[in-house]
């Protein structure tokens, strides 16, 4: 039956992810980019609340919520800073990794690292953006695999203790591994970023012929494509809906500024330039938000199902974050320009997430591909 | 629990309409809309079918406890919107000419007395096809309807109506029209009425049915009213119901109320036409197109675009539709709905006839759809209507009118 009602359980995980948004992220969002770090208070309240751990699978000690459930807290928390959202620690994308896994895909030792609890995984992913090149290569010599290059700027990559990393090896075979970071000698590049996302401890890591053993491994092949389309799918909805998040945020500071500006004598909101602008960034926001549901709800009864309503999201997403924040910007004039206000930070943040989490184009063009591919007509419930 | 899957009786109807569309309406699409009509033989055979176009199932009762938890959840719109979508996919001039009270339901059955809706709303029989209309738009008043001219005098007995409807989907060969006009000036928007007038009525009159760039085989009415006397019993909702809540239950009022459940009527209806149109061309490039190189890249991305657009456009108005069954308000919905829908499903058929190329120009049913589409960006509230609604909403908190 169709129904946008959230349940009884999720409005309260909601509630308590505004509270935190408001009370804790908001008011530090300026702090956390400017300092390019997040307060360890500020990460206590979060991870006490187990909003670090929604992805996880419970045998990691994870909460091993339904995606539906998570995109609406994600949403939720988002909408008080992107940018302290995505530097916040844990496993992060690799929870999605974990929960795409086959039972005991993973060894116990790597098991064991991770239900350590104080892991912070980095997901570099050199196969989701194969189209531009591989920035890695990946040498299989004997039982072991050697690895060397750098990596593209990637999530918490400074902080990361754990990297799990997505390659194609020399023959085009996807590789999926894990690596202990002080089992090894990386670089890791901090770069001097001034554009967005801040605080998510963005970093490129330097390979030099890194020896990667057979434990190291969780998958090849065929089974390392499946995983890593199951876990981009998760990835794409989560990622998606922090993008939500985001468009209301800056679309609820904007609906306020107008109705609160004046100018000819009047709130600018009363000009039509304005208030429509504001409409159709009502209605952005809301089709991103619920693209996000539909493939939330398609993942939760099969991943692989949820592949194309995922890729419509986040390229839904993408358009709309980039949309709404510029159009924030734009109505708040030149105070959108400067830092006294925040949606300078939100235009930047959005486009930063948009460049760390895939190509809109490229997502639309696998789209096609896969409508193209079927006799199935693509958009027939 | 948020879900968008259809339950088994939607799906039944989603499946019974489309088979519908597919095997009755699409084969005469192209010949109804070179003859400008559809065939009254198949009109009458839909109808013995007991196939009707009904926009009238919205909850009508906000505090009804039906809509509760507890009992049965309606799903009338959901139903509604599901249902549209697939006879539209097969031909929306012919959906809008289907027999039916069409977007003269709403109004009667939200606002009508008991024995009004008696009357109206049980005519829709198998002996006969029959139809109702819905007349608020006039020459000098579209958008602005609080702006309506056409009178209505107060008599012993009823009222005496003078004034001109355009625009009217099946006007003329209505059994009934819904009319708007202004009882009292001086009270502004709160002087409007409604009223039902019967077809025949002495000085109720068609005087021309226009001709349009597309829906051409569905009827467009021009309709005058000379001295026209309605009874007091056709006045809708009856004297009592403007005497008790002056404010909220002028004929302003209760036109935009009919609004909230026709607009996602009328989004599902471009949706139709939008999927109608990507199935067409996605049959087309799958056949014709290359496999590779630049013309394959750009198929890909519009279709992507397409696709996605679509269903943004339902997830819309199916938000639209379940906040009416649920007896929610939801005004907002309903203009984002329709906002998006209409604009959306115009560009769709643009982008479709562009990968369709010459060939497009003739014997293909996209540019039909594309002709039929742009007016869903027009009636039941223009694009730029439905952001006007949109914004008052968000304004709303800031105690800011727009």
């Known amino acids: 039956m169709i129904s946008f009602e959230s349940t009884e359980d999720e409005n309260a995980f909601v509630s308590i992810a505004q509270k935190i948004a408001s009370e804790n992220i908001r008011p530090y969002a300026r702090e956390s980019e400017n300092k390019g770090m997040i307060r360890n208070d500020m990460i206590k309240v979060v991870n006490e609340l187990g909003f670090l751990k929604l992805e996880e699978p419970e045998s990691y000690g ?22 302290i959202v995505q530097g916040l620690p844990g496993l992060a994308d690799g929870a999605s990794l974990l929960r795409s896994m086959e039972p005991k895909q993973m060894n116990k030792d790597q098991q064991k690292l991770v239900c350590e609890g104080e892991s912070t995984i980095a997901f570099i992913d050199d196969i989701n953006d194969k189209a531009m090149g591989k920035r890695l290569s990946l040498t299989k010599s004997g039982t072991n695999y050697t690895l060397h290059g750098t ?35 990386l670089k890791v590049n901090k770069g001097d970023y001034r554009f967005g996302l801040l605080a998510a401890s963005i970093a490129k890591i330097s ?40 468009m209301q945020a800056a679309l609820d500071y904007a609906t306020e500024y107008t109705a609160m500006r004046k100018a000819f004598d009047q709130v600018i909101a009363k000009f039509q330039g304005v208030s429509f602008q504001i409409a159709r960034m009502v209605i952005e926001t809301r089709i991103a938000n619920h693209l996000v549901w539909e493939a939330a709800t398609v993942a939760d009864k099969n991943t692989e199902e949820a592949e194309g309503p995922a890729l419509r999201a986040i390229q839904r997403a993408h358009q709309g974050v980039r949309y709404v924040t510029n159009s924030a910007v734009q109505l708040l004039g030149g105070h959108g320009y400067v830092k006294d206000y925040p949606v300078e930070k939100w235009m930047r943040d959005a486009q930063a997430q948009v460049m760390l989490y895939g190509r809109e184009k490229n997502y639309l063009i696998r789209r096609g591909k896969q409508t193209l591919a079927t006799k199935e007509k693509a958009v027939i419930t | 629990m948020i879900s968008f899957t259809l339950s088994e009786q939607q799906q039944q109807i989603k499946e019974m309409t489309h088979w519908f569309a597919k095997h009755e309406m699409r084969p005469i699409s192209m010949v109804a809309d070179k003859i400008g009509n559809v065939p ?10 007991g196939i009707h176009l009904n926009t009238s199932s919205f909850s009508n009762d906000k505090n009804d406890s039906a ?28 959906a809008l000419s289907l027999p039916g009270a069409g977007l003269g339901g709403p109004p009667i059955q939200s606002s009508g007395t008991k024995e009004q809706k008696e009357r109206f709303l049980t005519i829709f029989k198998k002996d006969k096809a029959r139809w109702g209309a819905y007349a608020l738009t006039e020459p000098e008043a579209g958008s602005d309807a609080s702006a309506i001219q056409m009178t209505a005098k107060k008599v012993s007995g009823g009222y005496i109506l003078n004034g001109q409807k355009i625009f009217i989907t099946n006007g003329s060969r209505a059994s009934w029209v819904v009319v708007f006009a202004t009882a009292d000036a001086t009270l502004g928007r709160a002087g409007q009425r409604a009223f039902v007038v019967e077809k025949g009525t002495p000085g109720f009159s068609s005087t021309r049915l226009v001709e349009k760039m597309g829906l051409r085989a569905n009827e467009t009415a021009e309709l005058l009213f000379e001295d026209c006397f309605v009874p007091i019993e056709n006045l809708l909702g009856g004297e009592q119901l403007y005497k008790r809540s002056r404010s909220d239950q002028s004929g302003f009022e209760m036109a935009m109320k009919t609004f909230d459940s026709t607009r996602p009527i009328v989004a599902a209806m471009a949706i139709g036409i939008a999927r109608a149109a990507f199935e067409y061309t996605l049959d087309v490039v799958q056949r014709d197109f290359p496999t590779s190189g630049k013309f394959y890249y750009l198929a890909t991305e519009m279709l992507a675009e397409i696709d996605g657009n679509i269903a943004a456009a339902r997830l819309l108005t199916w938000e639209a539709a379940w906040k009416a069954d649920l007896g929610l308000a939801n005004a907002k919905e309903a203009a ?15 982008k479709c006839l562009e990968l369709l190329g010459p060939t497009g120009l003739e014997g293909h049913i996209v540019e039909k759809l594309y002709r039929d589409v742009k007016v869903f960006d027009i009636f039941e509230g223009t694009n730029e209507i439905q952001h006007l609604v949109i914004a008052r909403r968000q304004y709303e908190p800031y105690g800011i009118r727009v």
């Not at chain 1, 990393?165 to 590789?175: F, I, M, R």
């Not at chain 1, 434990?215 to 890593?228: F, H, N, P, R, S």
């Not at chain 2, 009254?40 to 079918?49: A, F, G, T």
């Open chain 1, 62 to 83: 994870g909460l091993q919520l339904p995606l539906i459930s998570q995109v609406q807290i994600q949403a939720a928390l988002s909408y008080g800073d992107l940018g």
């Open chain 1, 151 to 185: 990596s593209q700027p990637t999530r918490l990559g400074q902080m990361a203790n754990h990297l799990i990393l997505a390659v194609l090896d020399e023959e085009g075979c996807p590789v999926i591994c894990w690596m202990d970071k002080k089992h090894h000698h």
């Open chain 1, 207 to 246: 390979f030099d012929n890194e020896i990667i053993s057979q434990d190291q491994v969780i998958a090849t092949g065929e089974k390392a494509d499946q995983l890593i389309r199951r876990t981009h799918t998760r990835i794409q909805i989560i990622q998606a809906a922090k993008q939500v998040g985001l």
């Open chain 2, 40 to 49: 009254e033989e198949w009109l009458d055979k839909v109808n013995q079918m």
């Open chain 2, 67 to 94: 809509n509760k938890r507890g009992r049965k959840e309606q799903e009338g719109n959901r139903m509604g919107v599901i249902a549209t979508e697939e006879i539209a996919w097969g031909d929306p001039a012919i």
């Open chain 2, 336 to 350: 984002m709905c329709k906002a998006y829908a209409g604009q959306m499903a115009l560009d769709v058929c643009a």
